[in-house]
C-alpha cells in the first residue's frame, strides 16, 4: 500500500452504487453542543463520514451540523445503527425512520444503517434485518449492514435476507483485539470492515512497542493506531472531543508502517483478554 492514501478515498460497498470513505469519525458518548462542535471541526479537518446510532443519543445534532455545515448532503456519508426491535415488524421499521428522520429530514437518507448488536434473537435480527431492507426500498437508506456481528449471524441470514451479504460489519479492531477469524471471513464475502475503538479509548498510549514506533515514525501513538488500522483494509472511526486532536487524527496520509513494523504489531494481538467492548460470538 502506498502512502497515497488520503482522507476521502473511499471503499465500494458490494450492494451500492455509494462508496465509503476510509476513515470515519465517531460520535459515541458526545452530546449536545460538544457533538455540535467536535463534527464541526472534524468536517472543517476533511472528514467526510460520521458514525453516530440510536444509542448514542445525538443523531439529531450529528444531521443538524452536517445540514448547515455548507458541504452537499452527497459529500457526506452519514452512519447510524439500530440497537434493538420494537414490538413488530411495523414498530421495528419506524424506529428506524424516526433516526433517518431526525439525522436527514422527512425526504433525506442516511448512507449507511447497521444492526448495531446480534443481541436480539434471531427473531429480532431477522426483523431489524427486514426493517433495514425496507428502508433500502424506500430510499431512506443507501446501504445497510451490521455491527458485532459473528459468522454464525451472518451466515443465519442468509436464510430470510433479501440484500445478503451485509455491506458492512462494523467490530472491536485494533492491535490488541484482531478477531482474524471474522476479519478473513468478511474479506472474502466482500464485507467492508469497521473497526471501531481504534485508539483502544486511549488505553494503550503508554504501551512500549506503540510507543517505540510512534517514536521510529515521528508520528503520534494514536496515528500510528489509525495508519494500522487502514493499512489492516479496515475503516477506522477514531473519536474525539478535541480539535487538535480531530485534525491530527486525520493527518496519517504522509507516511507508511513498513510490512515487518506491521507485523510488530500484530504481534500484540491478545484475544477477548485485549478486548475494550466486546468480541463477536458464534455462540
Ligand atoms: N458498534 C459498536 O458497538 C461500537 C462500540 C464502540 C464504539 N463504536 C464507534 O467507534 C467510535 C470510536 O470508538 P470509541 O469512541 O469507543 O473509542 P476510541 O476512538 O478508540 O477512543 C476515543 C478516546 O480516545 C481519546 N483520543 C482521541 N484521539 C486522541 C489523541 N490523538 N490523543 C489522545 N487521546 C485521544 C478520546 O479523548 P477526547 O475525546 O477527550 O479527545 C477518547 O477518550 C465510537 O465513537 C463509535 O462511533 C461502535
Known sequence: MSTTLAITDPLPLRNSTRSIPRLGFGVYRIHGKECVQATGAALKAGYRHIDTAQFYGNEKEVGEIVRTSGIPRDEVFMTTKIMTPAGSPEATYQKAVDSVDKIAGKDG???????????????????LWQALERLVEEGRAKSIGVSNYGIKHIEEMKAYAKIWPPDVNQI?????????????????NGIVIEAYCPLVRANKFNDPTLVGLAKKYEKSTAQILIRYSL?????????????????????????????????????????DAGVVVESVSDD
Not at 472491536?172 to 468478511?186: A, S
Not at 479496515?234 to 507485523?263: C, Q
Request: net charge negative; charged share 25%; with cysteine.
Open 231 to 271: 493499512q489492516k483494509g479496515w475503516v477506522p472511526l477514531p473519536k474525539s472531543s478535541t480539535p487538535d486532536r480531530i485534525i491530527s487524527n486525520a493527518d496519517v496520509y504522509d507516511f507508511h508502517i513498513s510490512k515487518e513494523d506491521m507485523g510488530i504489531l500484530d504481534s500484540l494481538d491478545q484475544g
Open 109 to 127: 437518507y442516511v448512507d449507511l444503517f447497521l444492526i448495531h448488536s446480534p443481541s436480539s434473537g434471531q427473531t429480532g435480527r431477522k426483523q
Open 172 to 188: 472491536e479492531l485494533h492491535p490488541w483485539c484482531q478477531q482474524p477469524r471474522i476479519d478473513r471471513y468478511c474479506k472474502a
